[in-house]
């Protein structure tokens, strides 16, 4: 295969693109039948070029929806996992849960029916939680509040996610990202000229959403706590999961991996994170029974958020053995952002409308 070439996976999206046409989804150039490089002829590299870039995850393409231009990504579901996915997408995409304002999780626009193959369900297209970053820690609680409650919701329900890990928190980018952007290099345009343009979460406030549910189950409250062998997802240190055989509750798994996120992707690598140290420690847990529940999380860390000062959720988040000149560079532009913020009344916990 020539560099930038289409892959095999990709091979499978291409033969199905005139169907997805007609059912309402145009893929990008690359993914059309007799698509040309356009790099073909030049001197520069295959990456330079906006159909240079392949999908970003084997099962999922990203796709425009013909009726109204909305990005959107298509993902085929696994004929194992697939059904439990398009339960739980279903459930919470019906109301009256979809309008629940506790519901963090990613709404199903549509399902795909092609013959011979596996559905194809449309939502958003999202972007990483963390990408960009964090600027102050205000920013970090809107995130732990929202995807909390959301998976509380999920428990509420008699739904464990199984697999609430980092790969699978995302945030809606309609606000902070109102042009758009690539959706396989995420940091260029959407026509691939320039850099991506963003708003801050204190600016333009966005929410987190809980995607990927080919891991989650539902349960019957009746039969009792449910014990199920391991199904380990992106996060393979839960320590009930760690001889891969003994049944264990999901539930306290999924408290597990949340409290293990924050440890290690900010209180290992960022300062100030103390205030969330008592939270985490119970989270993450050896014993599952000991762990808090969903509700005692929520509530928790509500009492810990209304501690916390206006001068520290408007301080910025800075990483451990940061170099000094660096840190006074960005602490000067942070706190000139901060009195423009201040001075337009952006609240120190950016919740959107």
Known sequence: M?????????????????ALEQAGYMLRPRFRPGWQPSWTGTNKQFLDFEDGHRIRVPLGMDATRISDGRPV??????REEGPYE??????????????DPRNHCVHLLDVIELPDDPPIIVHP???????PPFQTYGEFVTFFSHICE????????????????????????SNMFPESFHPAVIDRSKDFRRKARWHSRTRRPTRYLLIDFGLSRRYDPANGPP??????????????????????NPFPTDVYYLGNLVREYYMQKCQGFEFMEPLVADMVQNDPTKRPTMDEVVTRFSEIRGKLSTWKLRSRITRKYELWPVTAWKSVSHWYRTIAYVLGRKAAIPEPK
């Open 150 to 173: 959301g998976v509380q919701f999920m428990h509420e329900n008699h739904v464990a996610h199984r697999d609430c890990t980092h790969g699978n928190v995302m945030l809606d980018p």
């Open 86 to 99: 398009l339960e739980i997408n279903k459930l919470f995409s019906r109301e009256p849960l979809a309008s």
């Open 227 to 248: 014990l199920e062998k391991p199904l380990r997802g992106g996060d393979k240190s839960a320590p009930e999961h760690q001889d891969r055989v003994t049944p264990c």
């Open 2 to 18: 020539q560099p930038g070439g289409i892959g095999v996976i990709e091979r499978w999206w291409v033969e199905r693109q005139e």
């Open 73 to 78: 990504m298509l993902k085929m579901l696994p």
């Open 125 to 131: 297209l999202l972007r990483p939680f963390s990408n």
